[in-house]
Nanobody, 113 residues
Framework: QVQLVESGGGLVQPGGSLRLSCAASGSVFSIAPMGWYRQAPGNQREWVAGITRGGSTDYTDSVKGRFTISRDNAKNTVYLQMNSLKPEDTAVYYC???????WGQGTQVTVSS
């Protein structure tokens, strides 16, 4: 099992930026694909972005060109840089370790003026 801890959420105005981090314990981090997901109130959890162990990335259409996922295997950390944030990006954001299926506890992102 891998333990994941997200951080970096908060309140930001529309058009602003946030950088989320997901720190992982354990030695299996570097060999696993990772993903960011989000869940808004009343909605199902949805996939936002993914990164392979080699660094290839993919995004859901609604965040393409605004969000960037990256990883630092030496630090066992995956990041989500979020720019040009919109109110509809408001959600709890979770990271997932795709090899073990482990989830973090989530971090709240609120985009509001």
């Amino acid at each position: 099992q891998v333990q994941l801890v997200e951080s970096g959420g908060g309140l930001v105005q529309p058009g602003g930026s946030l950088r989320l981090s997901c720190a992982a314990s354990g030695s299996v981090f570097s060999i696993a694909p990772m993903g960011w997901y989000r869940q808004a109130p009343g909605n199902q959890r949805e996939w936002v972005a993914g990164i392979t162990r080699g660094g290839s990335t993919d995004y859901t259409d609604s965040v393409k060109g605004r969000f960037t996922i990256s990883r630092d295997n030496a630090k066992n950390t995956v990041y989500l840089q979020m720019n040009s944030l919109k109110p509809e990006d408001t959600a709890v954001y979770y990271c997932k370790h795709h090899r073990t299926g482990s989830w973090g506890q989530g971090t709240q992102v609120t985009v509001s003026s």
